[in-house]
């Protein structure tokens, strides 16, 4: 007898690793490696999340409708064409299996999100690299890469891990000189914690266009991470497909809840980018002091380089690791002279100057 065999592209996938959460040995971390939100989320989301304790035994609205008509309510949008899903994770799979398959193609830039070609191979689509320059995104790069067979290009804007971002500018001139029949999918996690004049998250383009999507997610600045909750907002059609695709409660009723009361604590929300505004250019500011060498971010992340100093990114990470403190290693996104560092508490960030500081001093 023989094994069942996947799919064609199921085995070249190289499974998702998410940031560390534990050190053998150490009870006290601090955990710097997911990007999840300094504060925690917010009170009114903890107290929604709690009081649907007493549902659980209820399936929850498959149609996430107090959600979406919430995040319509937020951002000014038309909450017909919101979909939600199990954080971003689960919609760009969905993006994915809908529009790629066999023989076709799925263009992102060299350092863009690994669950692109993740969802790409498990469609049995082929991933496609554009090489970056300094660190960001590529226009004319995506451009040029693309063909009769680019069914889906994948922009992450700000992008993880690197924390640059493109122009509102060139987001319009990657969709124009994209094929009509490629679908651009603008992922912008960290959107909030933008504040540059120059920046969109894509959303005039969803507007204009038949085949532009924006996807968001709670994971970030809504600090909701452990209840996997993203969503995304597309034109009618592409929605309708979104939600033929989907898992009928694919939204816990406790996420839905939480997502709810998350977006309406505007004062909290607030809050989280004033603590990432401050502490972001600080630590920015003291690594730089030390010899490092940082990467411009508009997220609430820092790459941190250590090239020319005479010491690894990998030792770095372990002295760190010694101190209680878990970095995210980004080797497998090939950076490996790299290490991001999420803005965490002041004591959290100080806490990693200090290590760094002892780390550069051998």
């Not at 989301?45 to 035994?57: I, N, P, S, V, W």
């Amino acid at each position: 007898m023989s094994n069942p065999v996947p799919r064609p592209g199921v085995l070249s996938i190289e499974p998702y690793v998410g940031g560390k959460s534990a050190l053998s040995g150490v009870s006290k971390i601090i955990k710097l490696s997911s990007n999840e939100g300094a504060l925690g989320p917010s009170p009114r989301a903890m107290e929604a999340y709690a009081r649907t304790a007493g549902e659980l035994h209820r399936y929850p609205d498959g149609g996430a409708t107090a959600l979406r008509t919430a995040i319509g309510r937020r951002f000014g949008l038309d909450a017909e064409r919101v979909v939600c899903g199990a954080g971003s994770d689960e919609l760009i799979a969905l993006l994915t299996k809908a529009y790629a398959g066999p023989g076709d193609e799925v263009l992102y830039s060299q350092y863009g999100f690994v669950m692109y070609p993740i969802a790409t191979h498990a469609a049995g689509a082929t991933p496609v690299v554009a090489a970056e320059k300094g660190y960001r995104t590529d226009v004319e790069a995506l451009i040029a890469k693309a063909s009769s067979r680019t069914k889906i290009c994948f922009v992450a804007n700000p992008n993880n891990p690197t924390g640059s971002y493109i122009t509102a500018a060139e987001l319009r001139r990657l969709r124009d000189g994209l094929p009509p029949h490629t679908l651009l999918v603008v992922d912008a996690a960290y959107a909030e914690y933008v504040s540059r004049n120059d920046y969109s998250a894509g959303l005039e383009l969803v507007e204009a266009c038949d085949n532009v999507v924006m996807m968001r997610t709670f994971s970030k600045i809504f600090a909701l991470g452990g209840l996997r909750l993203g969503w995304a907002y597309g034109p009618a059609g592409i929605v309708d497909v979104l939600n033929r695709v989907r898992g009928p409660f694919n939204v816990s009723s406790a996420a839905q809840a939480a997502g709810v009361a998350a977006l309406e604590d505007l004062a909290f929300t607030d809050r989280a980018r004033a603590h990432n505004d401050a502490w972001l250019p600080w630590l920015d500011g003291e690594l730089k002091a030390l010899g490092l060498t940082t990467l411009p971010s508009v997220g609430n992340f820092l790459l941190v380089g250590f090239q020319g100093t005479g010491r690894s990114a990998a030792d770095a990470n372990a002295h760190l690791n010694r101190d209680g403190i878990i970095p995210r290693a980004v080797a497998n996104y090939g950076l490996p002279d790299f290490l991001r560092v999420t803005i965490g508490t002041e004591a959290e960030m100080r806490a990693v100057v200090a290590s760094l500081a002892t780390f550069m001093k051998g």
